[in-house]
């Protein structure tokens, strides 16, 4: 487990890793990556070009529209001001503070601003947009352990293009929670547990979905120690300790300074009509849906989350790794048991990559056999979605 570069595609199936290339596991660069890249940064810049047409037609400011969109104003503030400086009282009457906000984007911001002395919205841009490449290098590095070049490629393609995958170019915490989750899963697969459960640690510092990061370190921990019988490496144990520290650190501090060490952080988030309900609120949501109606939004967020539940059971289907099945999983279990806007939840599943490797397989295999039925369908689909990505920063509606 402690080894540096693929085998075979499916070398890493279950947790078996591959035979050493003589090189740093992380310098190890696996081939097609840089026009995977390339691609990724072409199809994002297309859909930071249609933001900023809408933007154009609708009399905003492009630039104000990628740093200063929903939550990016309340990173943006704790960045400038720190904690407990912005308060709002929503129409129910729900006290939202930004102590629900967690610290990690926030201090890069201002690390950035002020060393190179540029703007927060410069800087949290900066931020997401290393970030978002650093995340899409990764995904197309575990895609090519699995499954080679071809399905790498398409796998980083599909990740670019998804709807939600507009976030990626705006100031929000998706772009650093992917890296970092993504790392920490590569890490894992590689056997480098004390790295995994660092960045798993990072992620939980990132946002609250950071626990589907530790749960996959400490899943693959778990397969592995019984597969080994208990003979494995203290490291792995180091990393075990080490994944949710962060989550659980930040919770308990604010905690710590809410007066109420183990449930202040979540009334905070309760603010965000966000707790676990096991479920409630998606069945009150479909009731609502299938009486009233809800406009094009709310039923396209219903049909991605159905259409994820379907590809998590491809996944499982197709045994893909422990870890990548756990994280993808842990973030659709919370997308559905976690009450909230429906409107966000495609949103909190787009780090959830390993959801698209079955996809990604199927059009890979169309673009062998028939190239041009799988460029009309992948550019229909970049299209599409790049202009609805726009339309759901800029266009009035339920939060991104």
Known sequence: MSTSSYKSP????????????????????????????????????????????????????????????????WYLHIAEHGYGTRIHITQ??????????????????????????????SAALLVAWATAVLAAYGVYAIGHGLHGRAVATVLVALWAALPHSVVLSLAYTEPLFSALAVWSLFAVLKGRWVVAGALAALAGLTRPSGIAAAVAVLAAAGYEAVRQRGRVPHGLWVGVLLAPLGLAGYVLWVGRRTGDLLHGYFRIQSAWNSRMDFGEGTLRFLKVLLLQGGGVVQPLALVIVATSVVLFLLLCLDKAPVPLVVFAGTLLAMVLLVSGPFSSKPRFLLPAFP??????????????????????????????????????????????
């Open 10 to 73: 499916r070398s890493i199936r279950g947790q078996d890793v591959a035979v050493s290339s003589g090189r740093p596991w992380l310098l190890t660069r696996p081939p097609g990556v840089v026009p995977a890249l390339a691609l990724f940064a072409a199809i994002r810049l297309a859909g930071v070009a249609a933001l900023a047409a809408l933007a154009a037609l609708t009399g905003r400011p492009p630039l104000k529209s990628l740093a200063h969109s929903w939550d990016s104003v």
């Open 92 to 121: 129910t009457g729900a006290l939202q503070t930004d102590w629900a906000f967690f610290p990690l984007y926030p201090l890069l911001i201002r690390a950035l601003s002020h060393t190179l002395h540029i703007t927060p919205g």
């Open 355 to 400: 959801l698209l490797i079955p996809l990604a397989c199927g059009l890979a295999r169309t673009w062998r056999s028939r190239p041009e039925r799988a460029a009309v369908l992948g550019g229909t689909l970049a299209v599409v979605s790049l202009a609805y990505g726009a339309f759901l920063v800029l266009i009035p509606h339920q939060p991104l």
